[in-house]
């Protein structure tokens, strides 16, 4: 029929959009949302400041899944219907966050089918990053993957300056080695390794990283969306 050809109507992709407001919960920085001994229920949304969220294996041992900011969201395990007692997500900074429970989700995607699609589309895109990364740790030396993890979270998390460096907020070895798959150790040398040759100077209060210089010492080739 004329005007069909072309014409199809374009499915908003982000679930946002369609999430109505509903509770909003205050956490001080290193409050846990949830964890092993308290598992969600809940899908969450951070209104405010960061989020870190980290699986657990049964001999204590973390991986830190990612670092979510404000407009993101996670805690998409509950959706599943089955408590997830291996993941934990945890307050970075002082952080206020906007939650619904599995039930409230399910209702909205009965009643708009659209947002079933999106929160997919969403969940798919999350899962694939997810494995790229898993596949790099057996794939690539640790030189390698902590520079890339670097500009990844510079890509999220940093401020571009003048000189072609990016600035961000300080993050912790300790988690970074989580992020990475090795230990605090091997972080911190690399790390001293990467300041002395002026890739990433560092301190307590920011990291800076010249990422093109990352990138041409260690051939990552970083995707553009």
């Not at 969450?44 to 960061?50: D, E, K």
């Not at 589309?121 to 990053?129: H, P």
């Not at 460096?165 to 300080?170: K, V």
Request: net charge neutral.
């Amino acid at each position: 029929m004329p005007g069909e050809s072309g014409t199809a109507t374009k499915i908003q992709k982000d679930p946002l959009s369609y999430l109505p407001c509903s509770t909003i919960v205050e956490c001080s920085r290193g409050r846990v949302l949830y964890g092993p001994k308290n598992p969600s229920a809940n899908l969450y949304l951070i209104i405010i400041g960061m989020v870190a969220v980290q699986r657990i294996a049964a001999d204590g041992r973390s991986v830190l899944v990612d670092i979510y900011k404000t407009d993101e969201l996670f805690g998409e395990s509950a959706l599943i219907g089955m408590c997830d007692t291996h993941e934990q997500a945890t307050a970075l900074e002082d952080t206020k966050v906007m939650i619904w429970a599995r039930h409230e989700v399910e209702e909205l995607v009965v009643r708009q089918p659209r947002f079933g699609i999106a929160l997919l589309q969403w969940l798919t895109q999350r899962s694939i990053e997810l494995t790229h990364r898993i596949e790099s740790f057996s794939s690539e030396q640790i030189d390698q993957r902590l520079a890339r993890s670097l500009i990844h979270l510079s890509q999220r998390f940093g401020q571009p300056l003048e000189d072609g460096s990016i600035r961000m907020m300080p993050i912790t070895h300790e988690l970074l080695s989580r992020y990475v798959g090795t230990s605090r150790e091997l972080v911190t040398q690399r790390m001293n390794e990467f300041r002395r040759l002026g890739y990433v100077p560092y301190s307590r209060k920011e990291i800076v990283l010249y990422p093109e210089a990352l990138r041409k010492v260690f051939g990552i080739h970083v995707a553009t969306t």
